[in-house]
Structure formats: structure tokens, C-alpha cells
């Protein structure tokens, strides 16, 4: 019997030292939605790896960059046919400033725009937008710099009053940067005929210094995007407070690299903060948890939401702070593999994540292994909590 076809197939335009968040976000978000992703960079094939970076800004005059994770591509430029994609997103970062030099690049965007189809670009992606000349008469906002070449490409442009703005005019879908992910994901779902039901959920992120980039962003705009308030704390921090991240990945040593991720901002106070008012929990994994695990209030915090059945959502090293709260005891489930003697010490039932992406949901807690695995974590999470994206 023949698979069913996905309702919904995108293609996400890929490029060397593309911004980091900008490119996964999206990408594990759709998945995690139903929707197929093909991401793919010219000159390259599928298997082939782009390097990413990491924008923020900071104390100097413009963003700083640093290496962020290596993206495998999952699909070959030179294979794919325009006509088997509803959608395409193009993230920012400096790979636009290139591809927008591409006429293979242009004449693909230039095709999607003719066909009407929804095209969702952010921060310098939209330089790839003018290259095409898709913007003339069109509403459209970008990183402010790219601001004089869409104004050029005679676009109606919209000065961004703050990093998280998106502008929809018709099929066009623009994004400033990756903090407004949540609008821009949301819109670029309602352009594919999506709907999304069961969100305003309430959902609560254990945060710490160090934790892993992809880990808590990834989960957290994704669950923004669908209509649910997310709050993130971390002991002895208060809202607006940052915590440091890590960008963890696998580049032939024996173990994980890590190098500096962004830095994430906290959007509430961790004193006070009661299981009672949320309906989940999500714990991100990173260096974060070995010392999260020592916190009594976080132990407690941990508990509350255990005992009480909400769902909660674990993975990576997250899975330490599980086990030393004592609830594992009788559940069924996976973390990273180094995390497998506190799981199977705490009297849980190990499953071995092979391949890497599996994730498991035993009654109300999914586990995964790493970051590869956000799309079925964050679905098996989603149907916890009754969210569904239907087309």
C-alpha cells in the first residue's frame, strides 16, 4: 500500500553561514506541524552540511557573529521540481548576500512568486526577494539595512519598530529577525491554508546557563507560533534576565563540541513560579541541568508537575534533572545516551534512541535524545496537550 503524500511540501532555500536560528526553527517547527521540509543549497546535495552562524546584537554598532551548528541538507538543489512545493522559506544570516547572486536562486523565487505560492523570508533574506524582483508594490519589512535595497526594488517598505515584526501582504510573508519566529511561523502556516486548534495552552521552560541553543529555542518559538504562552525562568534570575547558551554538535571528535550559542531571554521570574498555573513543562537538555539538578526548588518544581499528570517534555541531558527528582521510577523512556546510568539507576525502563531523532511518550512524559529529534518531541507534545495544525 502506498504512503500518503504529506498535505503540505515547503522548500527551505539554504546557504553557508545562514543564520542559525533562522534556518532550524522553521525547518524542525514545520516538521513538527506535519508539514515536509526540503532544505537545499546550490552546489551542494543532500547529506551535504552548510555551516550556520550566530547573529545577536550586543554593545557595538552592529550584530556579532559567531559559528553556530552545522545544518545537514535533506534534499539536492539540482533535483527538485517547483511544482511539488506549496510554499518556500528563505532564512537570513549572510548566505543571501551569495545567493542572491545566483540566477538558478532567482529564477526558483522568481517562479514561486509568479505561481502565487506563500514565500516566507526573514532579516537578509529579502535581498534575495529584490535580486528577483518580487517586491514592487508590495508591503514588506527586513532587517533595517536591507531596508535602501527594498525601497529600490520599489517595495512599500515598513520601518520595523522592533526585531519581532512581520508584515503578510498577500502571499509575501517578511520577517525582521528570528525573535519574531512565533508571527512569522504562524502567518507562513495560514498562508500554506493551515489552522491551528487547542493552543493557548500555558507552558513552562526550566531555563539554565548553558543549556543547549537549539533545545530550548527550537521548542519555544515553536510552541509560540502556535498560539500558546510560553514562559521561561531560571533559579536566581528574573524576567529579562539572559542565560548563555551552547551550540553543541557532532564535528569527528568522540564526543559533542561546544561553542557559544545566542543568548536567551528569560520572560519570567523563577521565584514564585507554581506548577499550578501551567499546563506542561519542557526541560531543554545542555550543560544546564547537571547543576539544575542540585536546586531543591527546581526538584519540587519538577515534582509538582509529575504528580499532578501535566505533561512534560524532557530531552538531551534534561533527563538528569528527572531522575534526581526521583519521578522516573517505572516510566518508560530515552535521553542522551551518556544520561543512560541515571536512567536506568532512578528504576526507569531505558530506550535506546537509534536512530538519534526517536523520541517516546509513556503516559504524560516525552523524552527524546537531542536536538535532531524536536519535530516528533514537539508533536508528541502537542498531542498531550490536544494542538493540532490541520490543512
Known amino acids: ?71 545537514t541538507l535533506n534534499a539536492t538543489f539540482t533535483e527538485i ?33 509568479h505561481a502565487g505560492k506563500p514565500i516566507a523570508s526573514i532579516c537578509h533574506g529579502q535581498l534575495i526577494l529584490a535580486a528577483a524582483d518580487v517586491v514592487k508594490g508590495r508591503k514588506c519589512t527586513a532587517f533595517p539595512p536591507v531596508g535602501p535595497v527594498l525601497i529600490a526594488a520599489g517595495a512599500h517598505w515598513v520601518e520595523p519598530e522592533s526585531m519581532s515584526l512581520c508584515i503578510t501582504d498577500g502571499n509575501l510573508v ?12 504562524q502567518s507562513f502556516v495560514k498562508a500554506l491554508g493551515g489552522s491551528i486548534t487547542g493552543s ?45 547558551t551552547a551550540v553543541h554538535d557532532f564535528e569527528g571528535d568522540q564526543t559533542y563540541s561546544e561553542k557559544p550559542g545566542h543568548d536567551f531571554t528569560l520572560t519570567a521570574d523563577f521565584e514564585g513560579v507554581d506548577a499550578s498555573s501551567y499546563d506542561a513543562l519542557v526541560i531543554p537538555g545542555g550543560r544546564a541541568p547537571e547543576y539544575l539538578a ?18 512534560v517534555a524532557s530531552i538531551c541531558h534534561g533527563q538528569q534533572i528527572l531522575s534526581a527528582a ?12 551518556a544520561v543512560k546510568l541515571n536512567v536506568v539507576l532512578s528504576g526507569a525502563t531505558w530506550l535506546e534512541p537509534d536512530p538519534i531523532d526517536r523520541c517516546f511518550t509513556d503516559g504524560n512524559l516525552v523524552t527524546g535524545a537531542a536536538w535532531p529529534g524536536h519535530p516528533e518531541f514537539i508533536s508528541q507534545l502537542m498531542a498531550l496537550l490536544c494542538i493540532k495544525v490541520t490543512f
Open 81 to 113: 521540481e517547483f511544482s511539488e512545493y506549496d510554499g518556500l522559506v528563505i532564512p537570513g544570516g549572510r548566505a543571501p548576500e551569495y545567493l542572491a547572486m545566483d540566477q538558478a536562486v532567482v529564477d526558483l523565487v522568481s517562479k514561486f512568486s
Open 200 to 244: 493557548e495552552k500555558r507552558i513552562l521552560f526550566l531555563c539554565g546557563d548553558y543549556m543547549e541553543d537549539y533545545e530550548v529555542t527550537v521548542p519555544f518559538q515553536s510552541l509560540q507560533a502556535l498560539g500558546c504562552h510560553v514562559d521561561a525562568v531560571c533559579p536566581k534570575k528574573k524576567i529579562g534576565d539572559t542565560c548563555p
Open 1 to 71: 500500500m502506498a504512503m500518503s503524500k504529506p498535505q503540505r511540501r515547503v522548500l527551505l532555500l539554504c546557504g553557508d553561514y545562514m543564520e542559525d536560528y533562522e534556518v532550524m526553527v522553521p525547518f524542525q517547527a514545520l516538521l513538527a506541524y506535519g508539514v515536509s521540509v526540503d532544505a537545499v543549497c546550490p552546489g551542494k546535495k543532500a547529506g551535504d552540511v552548510c555551516r550556520t552562524a550566530v547573529h545577536q546584537m550586543g554593545a557595538h554598532q552592529t550584530y556579532s557573529e559567531t559559528r553556530g551548528h552545522n545544518f
Open 294 to 311: 542540585l536546586d531543591g526548588k527546581v526538584i519540587a518544581l519538577v515534582k509538582d508537575f509529575m504528580e499532578a499528570q501535566k505533561p
Open 326 to 337: 526521583g519521578v522516573l521510577k517505572g516510566k518508560k523512556c530515552t535521553a542522551y545516551p
Open 174 to 185: 517578511t520577517g525582521v529577525a528570528y525573535t519574531g519566529h512565533p508571527e512569522f511561523l
